[in-house]
């Protein structure tokens, strides 16, 4: 199964329970909002794309570092969709690690989110920009596994992590020319037609002109 990451610039926090807890809370998705330029794309995902998403063991991480696990679905990891997005609520174990991000989120020294995805089948849909040069429309609409979710130190895109999408972009283009390139023909194909067609008829009205020449003689 093919998978994506993205990163997201928004605001992560530090939240204090009446018992001492401390939880890592956050958006790692948010709805209906342009991502950066990913490569020749831009991309958004839809209010309903979580709607079948298999997130029954999704891990919290730090950086997608699996070997800095900050907690796990059901149990220190809570996910909640509301009409922004997708939140996350971690409760993070008691290592130096995790004792370290928490103050570097209460610095604010790490303040981006991320998640790492897979795409169902048909999930997505492409929009070809309205003039040649300008980006491509990606909407997200159907996400089938979310893998993990994670605080990240610099939110911002590898071209790794593009790459599937990337991948089924030139494909669309490819298919896209193609189509073009057909409907060019075809539309010379019938150019050449009208232009025979209009030969013949110009023949046509010769010889009538020749006969009726011929005719006036005799």
Known sequence: MNKEKRFTSNDIEVRKLDDGT?????YAIVFDSDSRNLGGFIEQIDPGALD??????????????????????????????????LRYSITPPDTMAAKDLLTSIKRNDIRGSS?????AKDGDKW????????????????????WDVSPVT?????????????????????????EDNKAIERQEAQQRAIEVEQEQ??????????????????
């Open 201 to 218: 008829l110009e023949m046509e009205i010769e010889l009538l002109k020749l006969n009726f020449n011929l005719t006036e003689d005799k």
């Open 22 to 26: 401390e939880l890592i809370e956050g």
């Open 52 to 85: 079948n998403t298999d997130t029954s063991d999704v891990v919290a991480l730090f950086n997608h570092d699996n070997n800095i696990v900050l907690g796990r679905t059901p149990a220190t990891l809570s996910l909640t969709i509301d009409k922004r997005g």
């Open 154 to 178: 610099v939110p911002a895109y590898e071209a790794t992590d593009t790459t599937v999408a990337k991948r089924e972009l030139g494909i669309i283009k490819d298919k896209k020319e193609l």
């Open 127 to 146: 929009n070809e920009p309205a003039e040649r040069g300008m980006l491509w429309e990606r909407k997200i609409t159907n996400i089938s596994k979310l």
């Open 115 to 119: 998640f790492q995805f897979s795409i």
